[in-house]
């Protein structure tokens, strides 16, 4: 029924930015939390950054001081500011849309932008 459009992954050399995007769109009502995922391969997924519907941010400390989350609820769109890569930010990002009810949560994935950091 969630739908999300990811987007603004790439190739980019050390010390340079990306901005990956990702939209809801479908049955959208009462999102708790967007977010951000990344899974290197070889190793389990792990959280980047998270912003809860109130607007307070949870960062990785490998991203901290370099990432930047942020959303815009009228269009039902995450953010995810990435400055200062380094090689060990390759991955494939995820985008995390986390819905939670009396009872039940749900959670949706997209399926993934490729993010590469060259040296």
């Known amino acids: 029924q969630v739908q999300l459009m ?9 010390g ?3 901005r990956l995007s ?6 959208i009502i009462s ?5 951000w995922y990344r899974q290197a391969p070889g190793n389990e997924r792990e959280l ?20 930047t989350i942020s959303r815009e609820n009228a269009k039902n769109t995450v953010y995810l500011q990435m ?3 380094k090689p060990e930010d390759t991955a494939v990002y995820y985008c ?3 819905r939670t009810t009396p009872i039940a949560s749900y959670n949706y994935w997209g399926q993934g932008t490729q993010v590469t950091v060259s040296s």
């Open 22 to 27: 990702c939209a809801a769109s479908g049955s």
């Open 31 to 35: 999102i708790n939390a967007m977010g």
């Open 16 to 18: 340079g930015s990306l």
């Open 6 to 14: 990811e987007s603004g992954g790439g190739l980019v050399q050390a």
């Open 83 to 85: 400055n200062s890569l």
């Open 96 to 98: 995390h849309v986390l």
């Open 48 to 67: 980047v950054a998270t912003i809860t519907s109130g607007g307070s941010t949870n960062y990785a400390d490998s991203v901290k001081g370099r990432f």
